[in-house]
């Protein structure tokens, strides 16, 4: 099954806040690919004074499809029940919906509704700047020419890159693509800003530990 490789490197962070930031990463985004349809079989986090790291295995590939019935009002029920049936359903129109007979209760409308499932890498790419929009970090700032405009985003120090790669074991990853606030993802990281601060290619996990070890950090 799939492994996601998530890093968030940015200036350095303070010591205090740099374990409980890491577990509050893993947190959001585990509940989050779990409430999309998503499992997993095993989630760590990982922490330096610069870099906030998710190491996700056995991620399912795709979300089940999702087939449910929801019941409605009776044929004969005022205009205000029907309009409430169909924001409820997501039907544009009452034409949209089913109707059912019962012995007892005569006929009423169901709604059936079928969701396909998606992709991981899709599911991925909406959850991830989400949760860096909303991250909760105790102090938080902006920078660059972007953070005079409204909704600008905030970290507890400059986010300078975000590494994203997602795949088994068995096939090369790929990167998951997303970007925010001009920071697109990729498969690149960087090690020690001083003793060795050239961009390092990332597949997954186990070669970016060896990899940034080569690296001083």
């Known amino acids: 099954m799939p492994d996601l490789l998530l890093e968030l490197r940015s200036e350095e962070i303070p010591a205090r806040m740099q374990r409980k930031a890491a577990g509050d ?3 959001m985004l585990t509940d989050g690919l779990v409430e999309a349809g998503l499992t997993y079989e095993a989630a760590r986090e990982y922490w330096t004074p610069r870099r906030l790291t998710l190491d996700i295995r056995g991620l399912t590939a795709r979300s089940k499809d999702i087939s449910e019935e929801i019941k409605g009002p ?4 005022p205009e205000q029940a029907v309009q409430g049936f169909l924001r409820k359903a997501g039907l544009s ?3 949209e919906a089913h109707v059912h007979s019962d012995p007892k209760k005569g006929d009423f409308y169901v709604a059936h509704i079928s969701k396909p499932g998606r992709a991981a890498e899709e599911i991925i790419a909406d959850l991830v700047p ?3 929009r909303n991250f909760p970090w105790p102090k938080s700032m902006r920078w660059g020419p972007a953070s005079a405009k409204p909704g ?3 970290w507890v120090r400059p986010l300078q890159s975000i590494l ?4 088994p074991e068995t096939e090369e990853p790929v990167v998951v693509d997303f970007e925010i606030d001009g920071i697109r993802s990729g498969n690149i990281t960087y090690g020690h800003r001083f003793h060795a601060p050239d961009a390092i290619t990332v597949r997954r ?5 060896s990899k ?3 690296a001083k950090v």
């Open 164 to 167: 994203c790669t997602f795949g």
């Open 152 to 154: 600008s985003l905030r």
């Open 205 to 209: 996990f186990d070669d970016y530990v």
């Open 74 to 77: 009776s044929t004969s029920a």
């Open 25 to 27: 990463l893993r947190k």
């Open 130 to 132: 989400g949760i860096i």
């Open 212 to 214: 940034l070890e080569a």
């Open 93 to 95: 129109s009452i034409a």
